[in-house]
């Protein structure tokens, strides 16, 4: 690890100043930058310590809707008794993601701006050539080892992973990511690689998340988040989906939905197709699997990733049935 300076924010006005330095960091709860900083990855200048920020840490539930701060632990958001009943996609995206220990400790800003798992990204001495951690030099996980890889929204400069349960709950309730600058849905939040994978978030040198928004609309009670991946602890996801649902009065008419996918894109996924097929029909499950077959549309595999086609519908059909309540 390198040697760095350490400014520790009293103001969000200095913060912001402060992070507008050449080779400045931003520390919150620190689980992703101490792993990057450890494999050399991240080479900060100066480090930006944004924990003792007042007001970034509180959590507020009402009739609109909920706003987390972002300094707010995934611990305490995860156990909100306000978020479980009006969010469940949110406590249950938390409380499957990390161990409880780094649970904890990360906050929901850093959460949202973790970097990839992509092995090549996290091994600079092993695989110099990686577009997203030095533009213009190639990507080593294309025509290599894929399983974890994304399969939606890759470019020829980049098939690393989004690996975040919280966004992509955030993004089936239709979230708003608030910074010292704006507003920001979170579907616009996110960047594809494109021709510029090193660019993951539309965030600007010296803007800071400060919370997020979560509006109360009628689908947010009955949402949930499903998770598969190969081990039950501490794992990220092979495939995952977001659901949010609102059914007809009649009990049995889908009047609004919305899904999203995680761990098989460069970003949280929107699978608006699905959504689409599904406004309006009868919820039965022959309907719900014809209809998540769309969620894949587009999807392109490299190697060892092309089961997350297959899997990918399942999850989708299988969270849309847990939250419309048949399964």
Same mark, same amino acid.
């Given at each position: 690890?390198?040697?760095?300076?350490?400014?520790?924010?009293?103001?969000?006005? &200095?913060?912001?100043?402060?992070?507008?330095?050449?080779?400045?960091?931003?520390?919150?709860?620190?689980?992703?930058?101490?792993?990057?900083?450890?494999?050399?990855?991240?080479?900060?200048?100066?480090?930006?310590?944004?924990?003792?920020?007042?007001?970034?840490?509180?959590?507020?539930?009402?009739?609109?809707?909920?706003?987390?701060?972002?300094?707010?632990?995934?611990?305490?958001?995860?156990?909100?008794?306000?978020?479980?009943?009006?969010?469940?996609?949110?406590?249950?995206?938390?409380?499957?993601?990390?161990?409880?220990?780094?649970?904890?400790?990360?906050?929901?800003?850093?959460?949202?701006?973790?970097?990839?798992?992509?092995?090549?990204?996290?091994?600079?001495?092993?695989?110099?050539?990686?577009?997203?951690?030095?533009?213009?030099?190639?990507?080593?996980?294309?025509?290599?080892?894929?399983?974890?890889?994304?399969?939606?929204?890759?470019?020829?400069?980049?098939?690393?992973?989004?690996?975040?349960?919280?966004?992509?709950?955030?993004?089936?309730?239709?979230?708003?990511?608030?910074?010292?600058?704006?507003?920001?849905?979170?579907? &616009?939040?996110?960047?594809?690689?494109?021709?510029?994978?090193?660019?993951?978030?539309?965030? &600007?040198?010296?803007?800071?998340?400060?919370?997020?928004?979560?509006?109360?609309?009628?689908?947010?009670?009955?949402?949930?988040?499903?998770?598969?991946?190969?081990?039950?602890?501490?794992?990220?996801?092979?495939?995952?989906?977001?659901?949010?649902?609102?059914?007809?009065?009649?009990?049995?008419?889908?009047?609004?939905?919305?899904?999203?996918?995680?761990?098989?894109?460069?970003?949280?996924?929107?699978?608006?197709?699905?959504?689409?097929?599904?406004?309006?029909?009868?919820?039965?499950?022959?309907?719900?699997?014809?209809?998540?077959?769309?969620?894949?549309?587009?999807?392109?595999?490299?190697?060892?990733?092309?089961?997350?086609?297959?899997?990918?519908?399942?999850?989708?059909?299988?969270?849309?049935?847990?939250?419309?309540?048949?399964?």
């Amino acid at each position: 690890m390198r040697n760095f300076d350490y400014s520790r924010a009293t103001s969000l006005e &200095e913060a912001a100043t402060l992070a507008r330095r050449p080779g400045a960091m931003l520390l919150a709860g620190g689980t992703t930058l101490l792993d990057l900083a450890k494999c050399e990855v991240a080479r900060p200048e100066t480090v930006v310590d944004l924990t003792r920020l007042p007001g970034l840490n509180t959590i507020t539930v009402g009739e609109s809707g909920a706003t987390i701060g972002a300094l707010a632990p995934m611990s305490r958001v995860a156990d909100d008794e306000g978020i479980r009943r009006h969010f469940p996609a949110i406590a249950e995206s938390l409380l499957s993601a990390a161990s409880a220990q780094l649970r904890n400790m990360a906050t929901i800003g850093g959460n949202l701006l973790q970097r990839t798992r992509c092995p090549y990204f996290r091994d600079p001495a092993g695989f110099p050539a990686c577009n997203k951690r030095a533009p213009g030099t190639g990507c080593s996980a294309i025509g290599g080892i894929t399983r974890d890889h994304a399969v939606l929204g890759t470019s020829e400069h980049c098939i690393a992973l989004y690996p975040g349960d919280l966004a992509v709950a955030l993004t089936a309730l239709g979230a708003t990511v608030q910074t010292n600058m704006r507003a920001v849905p979170i579907e &616009e939040f996110f960047l594809t690689p494109g021709e510029t994978p090193e660019r993951e978030t539309v965030l &600007e040198p010296g803007e800071i998340i400060t919370a997020v928004a979560v509006p109360a609309t009628p689908l947010a009670p009955n949402s949930t988040y499903l998770k598969v991946r190969d081990r039950q602890s501490y794992e990220f996801a092979a495939a995952s989906a977001a659901v949010g649902i609102e059914i007809d009065p009649d009990g049995v008419t889908i009047r609004d939905i919305r899904i999203a996918l995680g761990g098989v894109a460069t970003k949280p996924w929107r699978a608006i197709a699905v959504e689409d097929a599904l406004r309006g029909r009868i919820l039965d499950e022959a309907t719900i699997r014809e209809a998540s077959m769309a969620a894949i549309d587009g999807a392109q595999f490299h190697g060892g990733n092309a089961y997350k086609i297959e899997l990918a519908p399942r999850v989708v059909a299988r969270a849309i049935l847990k939250a419309g309540g048949i399964q």
